[in-house]
């Protein structure tokens, strides 16, 4: 298995409180993803990296940020939860351009938001 | 907008060949083609990708049609583990940036 590592794994907070998620990866591996997967709409993007320091938004980006500061690591901030928020998230890495190339996904992160 | 269709569920007796098929007649010439299957509690494995061609690997083949309008997966001797949700993703370069297009999914039932 590909060396993914997402934390929390479960986290319930409250609307309007900020949250971070992380995704801890040991593959060296220079694209991270971060999607969420809701019933009916299979998994979506929501920002991905190319690089320390070089991200770019998803299809859903709205209501998130992210941050990578180190190849290993790929932040995810919700800087003010909403309920719509609440899903399964989960980070994906590729050693090249995932468009043309498979993608590794760690095992999750359900997060509601009450 | 690039959009798969797959139908919701099927079924198949172990130890025999599965085709899952997957519509995607708004493809672009440059989206790319792949399936990931997903148990519970886990997140998406990839399975096989391809542009043009057929492709084959030590899981499954992926017939794409001349037209690129659709796709089949190809498990060629279904076991019980392969029972999971399928999906058919349109892997996409745009002015923007990088896409991903996730159909609903197949799952999959494996009978003994």
């Known amino acids: 298995d590909a060396g993914i590592t997402q934390s929390p794994r479960h986290k319930v907070t409250e609307t309007g409180t900020p949250v971070t998620l992380r995704c801890h990866q040991t593959?060296?591996?220079?694209?991270m993803y971060w999607y969420r997967q809701d019933p009916g709409h299979g998994l979506r993007l929501i920002h991905y990296s190319y690089g320390v320091k070089d991200t770019d938004k998803g299809e859903v980006s709205d209501g998130y940020s992210v941050s990578r500061s180190k190849t290993e690591d790929f932040l995810l901030t919700l800087e003010s939860a909403t309920s719509s928020q609440t899903s399964v998230y989960f980070c994906a890495i590729s050693a090249r351009a995932g468009y043309d190339e498979k993608l590794f996904f760690g095992s999750g992160t359900q997060l509601s938001v009450l | 907008d690039a959009k798969t269709t797959q139908p919701n569920s099927m079924e198949s007796n172990e130890e025999e060949p599965v085709h899952l098929p997957c519509n995607h007649s708004t493809i672009s010439g440059t989206d790319y083609i792949h399936w990931y299957r997903q148990l519970p509690s886990q997140g998406p494995e990839y399975v096989i990708h391809g542009l043009t061609s057929n492709v084959n690997n030590r899981m499954a083949s992926l017939a794409i049609a001349e037209d690129r309008k659709s796709s089949t997966l190809i498990l060629h001797r279904a076991t019980l583990r392969d029972a999971a949700v399928y999906y058919c993703?349109?892997?996409?370069?745009?002015?923007?940036?990088?896409?991903?297009?996730f159909g609903a999914g197949t799952r999959l039932f494996v009978k003994a």
């Open positions: 993703i349109l892997s996409l370069l745009r002015t923007g940036g990088f896409k991903t297009i």
């Open positions: 593959e060296n591996h220079r694209y």
